[in-house]
């Protein structure tokens, strides 16, 4: 099927959510259930299996197996149009409030629970020279280029999409398309990157991709949605995110889940801090500038109760049973005793 989607609110065609992969056991049901763009950071985190804060009132994500959680999960925005047609038999859902949002509080999770192990963590977009990286992410993609300048040096050597894709009516010599080319290319250095590092998918922690892609908003804004320069734009760009798509998942053995938003404009802005690709300090909280560790985090009440009630109960159990051995008769509860009797009497 394709996925176009005619949700209307306020009588003007929606944004959509559209799930590209996910594994066997990550279930997204059929129907039209609108969701909000606000909670697009909670919906990723279920699907990787962690806990969140307010319970997501959504039917689209089923419940998951509890032993058996994806690998990694690649979320892009697109924006400059409602919706992607993709050929296959996908997921799409009407997006409500399109409010501009971020990953941040999945990275810190994931941070927080693999601390010890080497999670993969990129935030990108392009086109505002945005980029956080954690773990890994600073080796895997040392050589990603992420910068406009970077990427317009890229595009310029052999094997870029200039010369691999048919442009037709997008031209080389233009700023808006070049701009759009540029986070097209951006998205084929990652999936060429990450063909050299399967490693990553052995890894027990799993791995945040997130990207924000605004070179189709310029192209709307340049030649508009009737022009052929945006229907060969929308063209490369499905073709691109199916080709990332099928990447992930063959890194990953199918065990990732890759989703993309298409906005047509957001709300309000968005600001990020932003990373240097080349950092090779691995910061505990990015929120600290002194390199401080997490006190706790959401998940603190649910472990220190567990302990608490365990060693309560375990110290209970050792007072009974202290207590029967105290008052225990010898030679009415002992087996040991009452045969050693029988036989000094037979004896």
Known sequence: KHCSLFYFSSGVLGDSLTVLRSPQYVTFRDGQWPISGEKIPDLVALTMGFSIHEDLDWPGLAAGWLFQRPRANALIVVRGL???????????????????FTLDSVANTVHTLFADSTPVVLQLAPSEERLYMMGMANTVFEDLPVTLQQIRGRLSQDGSVLTSLPLVSLSRNNEADLLFLSEVQVLYDI???????KHLAKDPAPDLYSLELAGLEEIVRRYGTDSPQFTDATRILTSALQKFADDVANVYANNAVVEVVTVKTFEAPLTRKSRSILESKQISNPGSPYNLAYKYDYDYAVVFNIVLWLMIVLALSVIVISYNLWNMDPGYDSIIYRMTNQKIRMD
């Open 191 to 197: 999936s060429a990157l990450l063909q050299k590092h």
């Open 82 to 100: 409602d919706s992607l047609d993709f050929p296959k038999n996908i997921s799409c859902y009407p997006l409500e409030n399109p409010v501009p």
